[in-house]
């Protein structure tokens, strides 16, 4: 499963994110654990449980898909299950959030997570 927060819908719709490749948004992914669970109409105060995020390097969008390249987690500690990716703006504005690609969930052994996109991309405005 796979969605848009509201909140974020209504910031696309008005232009306060920009997701391109130069000169957009700094967005970040957050890889969190199964006690997450998905609520589009959750807002930034439920994020401040996560620890810092990867920022992500964007694609521009085509056809409204919005992509990025493979990021990779660092300093998760061994023996953590995780679940989903939360992608956020750097002010903690939650995107999306994403648990239907490869390789989750895993169980952490102390080495990166490396996520690859599924090749329609992240998700579609």
């Known amino acids: 499963m796979s969605g848009l927060y509201d909140c974020a819908r209504e910031l696309f719709a008005r ?3 920009a997701w391109r490749a130069k000169q957009g948004s700094t967005i970040l992914a957050k890889l969190v654990g199964e006690w997450y669970t998905p609520d589009p109409t959750q807002d930034r105060l439920l994020l401040q449980r996560f620890a810092d995020g990867e920022r992500l390097n964007l ?3 085509i056809d409204g898909v919005c992509s990025a390249d493979p990021v990779v987690f660092r ?5 953590v299950k995780l679940s989903t ?7 903690l504005v939650p995107i999306a959030y994403v648990d239907d690609v490869a390789g989750l969930p895993v169980v952490s052994n102390g080495a990166p997570i490396q996520i690859e996109w599924h090749p ?3 998700f579609k405005l």
Request: hydrophobic share 40%; aromatic share 0%; no cysteine.
């Open 15 to 17: 232009g306060e994110i």
């Open 59 to 61: 694609h521009d969008p």
């Open 75 to 79: 300093g998760i500690p061994a023996g």
């Open 85 to 91: 990716v939360v992608i956020l703006r750097d002010d």
């Open 120 to 122: 329609d991309g992240i």
